[in-house]
């Protein structure tokens, strides 16, 4: 499913122009990354919760020449579903 076609899923599920939906959709990504950005944990009951994960400094390896190379810190954007999302999946 494409952007797109989730909003427009959204919009007849909310019974709402499409418009009005394209704005909800906009407000829940930017509202959940602003809250991922500042470090938070965004917990929606029952569907899952978004956290940002860090991942240390490692050497890696490049699989084409075999040289070690230094990979960075890095922080990482993670979901985690909730039992009742699961449930409905299986």
Request: hydrophobic letters at 40%.
């Amino acid at each position: 499913m494409t952007k797109s076609e989730f909003i427009s899923a959204m919009a007849d599920a909310a019974d709402m122009s499409r418009a009005e939906a394209t704005r909800a959709y906009d407000a829940f990504v930017g509202t959940l990354t602003d809250a991922l950005v500042d470090g938070d944990t965004v917990n929606l009951s029952g569907f899952g919760s978004f956290s940002v994960r860090h991942r240390e400094a490692r050497t890696g390896r490049n699989p084409r020449t075999g040289e070690s190379l230094e990979i960075a810190a890095s922080k990482n954007p993670a979901f985690k579903a909730g039992k009742a999302l699961k449930d409905a999946v299986n």
